[in-house]
C-alpha cells in the first residue's frame, strides 16, 4: 500500500464499476435505473464507477464504428445480441437518439470493385484477428440477406461510394436488421443520465486492493489517484469488472496474487485504426432517411466504410494485434505507417474519380482498442468464489459479488446495451432478460487462463 495519506470516505455498502468505456456506462445506466424501484430484490444504495484515464471514451467508446447488428452474431450470444439491438432503438425513441447521438436504421452492403472479386464472401468468424471482413457474419447465413431487385439496389447504393466499370454491390443487411450510432456521444448521454440518478464517477482512479472484513468477505476497495497517489476506501459488496482490454490488468492487481487458479485473465486487445471523413456527394440524411454500411475488401485490409447522419463517414478495417497496449486508454497515439494505408484505402473508395483528385476532408484521425478472448465470445458472468483465491469471499446472491463483463471484440458497441441490462439483473439477481449460460465464467475460461499464464 502507498504510504500517502490515505482518507476513508464513509459511504454504505454497494457496488463499484471498474472501467467507464461502453460497457461500465451501460451497466451503470440500467443499475441505476433501480434505484427508484423497491420492488427490485437487492436495490443499488451506491454505484461508483472508477477509471485509470483522466478523460474518457479515448478507446473504442469513443473512436469505434458504432454499428449495430440484430443477427449478425453466433449461436452463443445471439439472445444478448437481438436484446441489445431492439434496446438501441427503443433508447433512440425514446430520448431522440437520431438527434442526442446519430442513431439510424443501416442498409448494409457488400462491394466488390471487381465482379469476380468476392472476398468478403470468405467466411470465419475470427474475422478480426485474420483482418477480414465482418460483413462474411451475414454472408454466410444466406436467409439473412434480403433479396431485391436490380432497381431497389442500384437505389439504395449510397452516392457517395465510388463505382468501377464492372464491380459488384450486393444488400447484405436491411434497415430491420442494422442501424449505426455515434459511440462517444451515446456514451456521455448514458453517463450524465446515470450521474444524474446518482452514480459517482472517478476518473483518473484505480482500485489497487480489495478490503476484506474479519471473514474474508469482501468490504469495499481501496482507490489510488493515478495523478496524486492520494488513497481512498469505498465500501462495496458488489465489484463488476468492465475494463475492456484492460480487465486483465484490473484482475491481476485485485486477484492476480491470491487466485490459484487464474492469476491473469485470457482477454487481449486487438487495435483498429479509422478515420472520420466528409465527402461532396454526403451531406447527412434527412429526417426518416436512413444510412449506409459497406463492407469491402483492399489490396492491404477489408475496409468498412459507414455513413452518419450528421454528413460525416466513418472509415475503418486495419487492425492488429501487434499494437501495443498503453497504461489508459488514453496514452494511445495512431501510427504514422498504418493511418496512411487508411487513408489511401479511403480515397481509393471514396474519392471522386479516375484522376486521383482527392476530395475528402479528414476530421479526425482514431485508433482503438477491442477486448478479445481466444475463444471469440465475450465473458458475461458472476465470478465463483473459488476462483478469487487467498480466502475471499463475496456475500451471497444479490447481496455481493465479483462480476465480469468484457471480451465482446467488434460487437462492444452493438452489445451494450443488452449487456448492461443483464448485468444489472445478475448483479440484483433478478430474471435475465437474454441467455448468457454460454458466456458464463467456467472451465473454459480457467483453462484458457491457465493456457495464458503457461505461455
Known amino acids: 500500500m502507498s504510504s500517502t495519506t490515505t482518507t476513508t470516505t464513509s459511504t454504505s455498502a454497494g457496488t463499484v464499476i471498474l472501467g467507464a468505456g461502453i460497457i461500465g456506462v451501460s451497466t451503470a445506466y440500467y443499475l441505476s435505473l433501480s434505484s427508484s424501484q423497491p420492488s427490485s430484490p437487492s436495490p443499488p444504495s451506491e454505484i461508483h464507477l472508477v477509471d485509470p484515464s483522466p478523460s474518457l471514451f479515448w478507446s473504442?467508446?469513443?473512436?469505434?464504428?458504432?454499428?449495430?447488428?440484430?443477427?449478425?452474431?453466433?449461436?452463443?450470444?445471439?439472445?444478448?445480441?437481438?436484446?441489445?439491438?431492439?434496446?438501441?432503438?427503443?433508447?433512440?425513441?425514446?430520448?431522440?437518439?437520431?438527434?442526442?447521438?446519430?442513431?439510424?436504421?443501416?442498409?448494409?452492403?457488400?462491394?466488390?470493385?471487381?465482379?469476380?472479386?468476392?472476398?468478403?464472401?470468405?467466411?470465419?468468424?475470427?474475422?478480426?484477428?485474420?483482418g477480414t471482413s465482418r460483413a462474411e457474419a451475414a454472408l454466410g447465413d444466406k436467409e439473412k440477406v434480403p433479396v431485391v431487385s436490380v432497381e431497389d439496389l442500384k437505389e439504395k447504393t449510397p452516392a457517395w461510394l465510388r463505382r468501377r466499370e464492372g464491380d459488384d454491390v450486393e444488400i447484405i443487411g436491411g434497415e430491420g436488421d442494422t442501424a449505426q450510432l455515434e459511440p462517444e456521444r451515446l456514451c456521455r448521454f448514458l453517463l450524465g443520465e446515470a450521474e444524474g440518478r446518482g452514480v459517482k464517477v472517478s476518473k483518473g482512479t484505480e482500485a489497487v486492493e480489495v478490503l476484506r472484513d474479519g471473514e474474508g468477505v469482501i468490504r469495499g476497495v481501496q482507490l489510488k489517484d493515478v495523478m496524486t497517489g492520494e488513497e481512498r476506501e469505498v465500501k462495496c459488496s458488489r465489484i463488476i469488472i468492465t475494463a475492456g482490454c484492460w480487465s486483465g490488468q484490473v484482475w491481476e492487481k485485485l486477484f492476480g496474487a491470491?487466485?490459484?487458479?487464474?492469476?491473469?485473465?485470457?482477454?487481449?486487445?486487438?487495435?483498429?485504426?479509422?478515420?472520420?471523413?466528409?465527402?461532396?456527394?454526403?451531406?447527412?440524411?434527412?429526417?426518416?432517411?436512413?444510412?449506409?454500411?459497406?463492407?469491402?475488401?483492399?489490396?492491404?485490409?477489408?475496409?468498412?466504410?459507414?455513413?452518419?447522419?450528421?454528413?460525416?463517414?466513418?472509415?475503418?478495417?486495419?487492425?492488429?494485434?501487434?499494437?501495443?497496449?498503453?497504461?489508459?486508454?488514453?496514452?494511445?497515439?495512431?501510427?504514422?505507417?498504418?493511418?496512411?494505408?487508411?487513408?489511401?484505402?479511403?480515397?481509393?473508395?471514396?474519392?471522386?474519380?479516375?484522376?486521383?483528385?482527392?476530395?475528402?476532408?479528414?476530421?479526425?484521425?482514431?485508433?482503438?482498442?477491442?477486448p478479445v478472448t481466444p475463444w471469440g465470445l465475450p465473458i458475461v458472468a458472476r465470478v465463483p468464489d473459488e476462483h478469487l483465491g487467498g480466502g475471499i469471499r463475496t456475500k451471497s446472491g444479490a447481496e455481493g459479488g465479483v462480476f465480469l463483463?468484457?471480451?465482446?471484440?467488434?460487437?462492444?458497441?452493438?452489445?451494450?446495451?443488452?449487456?448492461?441490462?443483464?448485468?444489472?439483473?445478475?448483479?440484483?439477481?433478478?430474471?435475465?432478460?437474454?441467455?448468457?449460460?454460454?458466456?458464463?465464467?467456467?472451465?473454459?475460461?480457467?483453462?484458457?487462463?491457465?493456457?495464458?499464464?503457461?505461455?
Open 405 to 455: 463483463a468484457t471480451g465482446h471484440g467488434p460487437w462492444g458497441i452493438s452489445m451494450s446495451l443488452g449487456t448492461g441490462i443483464v448485468m444489472s439483473e445478475l448483479v440484483q439477481g433478478r430474471p435475465l432478460s437474454a441467455d448468457i449460460s454460454a458466456l458464463a465464467f467456467d472451465d473454459n475460461v480457467v483453462g484458457k487462463a491457465v493456457q495464458v499464464q503457461m505461455s
Open 258 to 370: 491470491t487466485s490459484e487458479t487464474v492469476k491473469r485473465l485470457p482477454v487481449t486487445s486487438l487495435a483498429g485504426h479509422s478515420l472520420v471523413v466528409k465527402s461532396p456527394r454526403w451531406a447527412g440524411a434527412v429526417d426518416g432517411e436512413g444510412c449506409h454500411a459497406v463492407y469491402t475488401s483492399h489490396a492491404a485490409f477489408s475496409p468498412e466504410i459507414f455513413s452518419r447522419v450528421d454528413g460525416q463517414i466513418y472509415f475503418a478495417g486495419l487492425n492488429s494485434a501487434a499494437v501495443p497496449l498503453p497504461s489508459v486508454a488514453e496514452g494511445s497515439t495512431v501510427q504514422t505507417g498504418s493511418i496512411e494505408l487508411v487513408k489511401q484505402a479511403a480515397r481509393e473508395l471514396l474519392g471522386s474519380g479516375d484522376d486521383g483528385e482527392d476530395d475528402l476532408e479528414v476530421v479526425r484521425e482514431g485508433l482503438c482498442f477491442r
Open 60 to 130: 473504442a467508446s469513443g473512436f469505434a464504428g458504432g454499428f449495430l447488428a440484430r443477427n449478425w452474431f453466433a449461436a452463443e450470444v445471439s439472445s444478448l445480441g437481438a436484446l441489445s439491438f431492439a434496446e438501441h432503438a427503443r433508447l433512440a425513441s425514446a430520448h431522440d437518439g437520431r438527434r442526442n447521438w446519430s442513431y439510424a436504421p443501416s442498409t448494409s452492403l457488400g462491394y466488390s470493385a471487381v465482379a469476380v472479386d468476392k472476398g468478403v464472401k470468405k467466411r470465419g468468424d475470427d474475422w478480426l484477428r485474420s
